[in-house]
T-cell receptor, first 113, second 110 residues
Framework: DAGVIQSPRHEVTEMGQEVTLRCKPI?????LFWYRQTMMRGLELLIY????????DSGMPEDRFSAKMPNASFSTLKIQPSEPRDSAVYFC???????????FGPGTRLTVL | SQQGEEDPQALSIQEGENATMNCSYK?????LQWYRQNSGRGLVHLIL?????REKHSGRLRVTLDTSKKSSSLLITASRAADTASYFC??????????FGKGTLLTVNP
């Protein structure tokens, strides 16, 4: 089992540019979560999907952030336009059915200059 | 707002010693989980304890839960250098949402 896959692992971009982060959950998992981790705020839930449908996006910071899950094996988190305060590590996690354990990907370290 | 709050923020011990980390939370829960994060990596699930359980063991890990005090502790016995990591508690909400604390950074010195 390859686990949760995220790409890219590192992204450096300039302020104002569009950034797209990608996630492939574990096969068979039906819930997917996007988190952001910073030193100041810790680990924050941005949005989560159940069966490809966004259930709760209350953690999305503002309209510059959007997330999609077009199918059960792929999700994207997009930031447009990016700002330096978006610099963080973004994690994707998935769970299967009624279990409670979340499986995390390795994260994408985003730096916005 | 953060549901789980770990303490201490940082803990440094010698290999072979036991490490205890605590977590406090504010609202009622269905379960509480502990995760480990090695530097530069994703979080890894360690153990889950349900609200009707008071203690749980997994290898060198022992977790306790006191729902009356809204607190939990994670004990790692006979620590190893490889246990060096950040440890997070996470409490559940509805629909499998987890709220994480800011973590305890554990350093085990060889």
């Amino acid at each position: 089992d390859a686990g949760v896959i995220q790409s890219p692992r590192h992204e450096v971009t300039e302020m104002g540019q569009e950034v797209t982060l990608r996630c492939k959950p574990i096969s068979g998992h039906n819930s997917l979560f996007w988190y952001r981790q910073t030193m100041m705020r810790g680990l924050e839930l941005l949005i989560y999907f159940n069966n490809n449908v966004p259930i709760d996006d209350s953690g999305m910071p503002e309209d510059r952030f959007s997330a999609k899950m077009p199918n059960a094996s792929f999700s994207t988190l997009k930031i447009q336009p990016s700002e330096p305060r978006d610099s963080a590590v973004y994690f994707c996690a998935s769970i299967a059915g009624s279990t409670d354990t979340q499986y995390f990907g390795p994260g994408t370290r985003l730096t916005v200059l | 707002s953060q549901q789980g709050e770990e303490d201490p923020q940082a803990l440094s011990i010698q290999e072979g010693e036991n490490a205890t980390m605590n977590c406090s939370y504010k609202t009622s829960i269905n379960n509480l989980q502990w995760y480990r994060q090695n530097s530069g990596r994703g979080l890894v699930h360690l153990i889950l304890i349900r609200s009707n359980e008071r203690e749980k063991h997994s290898g060198r890990l022992r977790v306790t839960l006191d729902t009356s005090k809204k607190s939990s502790s994670l004990l790692i016995t006979a620590s190893r250098a490889a246990d060096t990591a950040s440890y997070f508690c996470a409490t559940d909400g509805s629909n499998y949402k987890l709220t994480f604390g800011k973590g305890t950074l554990l350093t085990v010195n060889p």
